[in-house]
C-alpha cells in the first residue's frame, strides 16, 4: 500500500509540474488560438488554428499589418483577430460609401491612413500595402504638411461624411479583413493596446494552408 501511495504521489507531482509548466507557457510565451467567424476572410476562415506569440505585445513591438488577438472593447469576456491599421500618432480617415443600392441603407465604412510624424511614412505605406491591399481601400503616405487628400462628398447622401481621428498614445486602430462584415475600431474606435493579447505567428490548421505571417 504504501509503495502504491508513493508512485501516486510522485505521478501526481508530475502532473502538477507539467500543468504548471504548460499554463505558463500558454499564459506568457503563446498559445493556440481557433478563429470563429468571417471577418477576418479572405485571409483567416473559421476554425483555422493559429499559433499566436504573448511577447511581442508585452515588448510593444506591434507593427502595422500585424494580425493580433485582443479582448473586445464592447464585450471583455470575448476575443477578436483583427489586423493593425493605425498606430499611436497615426490620422484615420474615414468615409462611408453606399453598397450595390444607393436607395439602400447598407452601407460600408472605408479608411486610408496618414502615418503619424515619428514613424516612416515610406516603409510604412509600402509594408501595408504589401499585406493588406484588400483591406479598406487605399493607404495614403503623408505630405510634407502633414495633409490629408479629402475624397469628394456625395450631395445625395449628406448623412457621408468624411472624418479624420487620431490615434492616442497607448491605442492601436484595428480593422478585419473583410471590410464589409466586421465590427472593428471603425465601428467602436481605437482600442487601448493593454487589451492585445497576443500576435498571430502562423497558421498550422488546415495544414494545406499552412502560413507564416511575415
Given at each position: 500500500m504504501f509503495k502504491f501511495l508513493s508512485k501516486a504521489a510522485g505521478v501526481f507531482g508530475y502532473v502538477i509540474q507539467y500543468g504548471c509548466l504548460t499554463h505558463c507557457t500558454f499564459e506568457?510565451?503563446?498559445d493556440f488560438v481557433v478563429c470563429v467567424g468571417p471577418s477576418m476572410e479572405p485571409t483567416l476562415h473559421t476554425n483555422n488554428i493559429l499559433i499566436t506569440d504573448h511577447i511581442t505585445p508585452r515588448l510593444?513591438?506591434?507593427?502595422?499589418?500585424?494580425?493580433?488577438?485582443?479582448k473586445s472593447p464592447t464585450n471583455p469576456l470575448q476575443h477578436v483577430c483583427k489586423r493593425i491599421i493605425g498606430l499611436p500618432g497615426d490620422r484615420i480617415m474615414t468615409k462611408a460609401s453606399f453598397n450595390l443600392n444607393p436607395l439602400s441603407n447598407s452601407y460600408t465604412i472605408h479608411t486610408s491612413v496618414v502615418p503619424g510624424r515619428n514613424s516612416d511614412s515610406t516603409a510604412a505605406d509600402q509594408k501595408l500595402r504589401q499585406k493588406v491591399d484588400f483591406v479598406s481601400g487605399s493607404v495614403d503616405a503623408s505630405s510634407d504638411d502633414g495633409g490629408v487628400e479629402l475624397v469628394e462628398e456625395h450631395p445625395a447622401h449628406p448623412e457621408i461624411r468624411t472624418s479624420i481621428v487620431t490615434v492616442p498614445?497607448?491605442?492601436l486602430w484595428i480593422e478585419g479583413d473583410n471590410v464589409q462584415n466586421s465590427s472593428d475600431s471603425r465601428n467602436y474606435g481605437p482600442v487601448p493596446i493593454g487589451l492585445v493579447?497576443?500576435?498571430?505567428i502562423c497558421r498550422i490548421w488546415p495544414v494545406t494552408q499552412f502560413h507564416v505571417f511575415a
Amino acid at each position: 500500500m504504501f509503495k502504491f501511495l508513493s508512485k501516486a504521489a510522485g505521478v501526481f507531482g508530475y502532473v502538477i509540474q507539467y500543468g504548471c509548466l504548460t499554463h505558463c507557457t500558454f499564459e506568457y510565451l503563446g498559445d493556440f488560438v481557433v478563429c470563429v467567424g468571417p471577418s477576418m476572410e479572405p485571409t483567416l476562415h473559421t476554425n483555422n488554428i493559429l499559433i499566436t506569440d504573448h511577447i511581442t505585445p508585452r515588448l510593444n513591438h506591434l507593427q502595422r499589418g500585424d494580425i493580433i488577438i485582443a479582448k473586445s472593447p464592447t464585450n471583455p469576456l470575448q476575443h477578436v483577430c483583427k489586423r493593425i491599421i493605425g498606430l499611436p500618432g497615426d490620422r484615420i480617415m474615414t468615409k462611408a460609401s453606399f453598397n450595390l443600392n444607393p436607395l439602400s441603407n447598407s452601407y460600408t465604412i472605408h479608411t486610408s491612413v496618414v502615418p503619424g510624424r515619428n514613424s516612416d511614412s515610406t516603409a510604412a505605406d509600402q509594408k501595408l500595402r504589401q499585406k493588406v491591399d484588400f483591406v479598406s481601400g487605399s493607404v495614403d503616405a503623408s505630405s510634407d504638411d502633414g495633409g490629408v487628400e479629402l475624397v469628394e462628398e456625395h450631395p445625395a447622401h449628406p448623412e457621408i461624411r468624411t472624418s479624420i481621428v487620431t490615434v492616442p498614445r497607448g491605442h492601436l486602430w484595428i480593422e478585419g479583413d473583410n471590410v464589409q462584415n466586421s465590427s472593428d475600431s471603425r465601428n467602436y474606435g481605437p482600442v487601448p493596446i493593454g487589451l492585445v493579447k497576443s500576435k498571430a505567428i502562423c497558421r498550422i490548421w488546415p495544414v494545406t494552408q499552412f502560413h507564416v505571417f511575415a
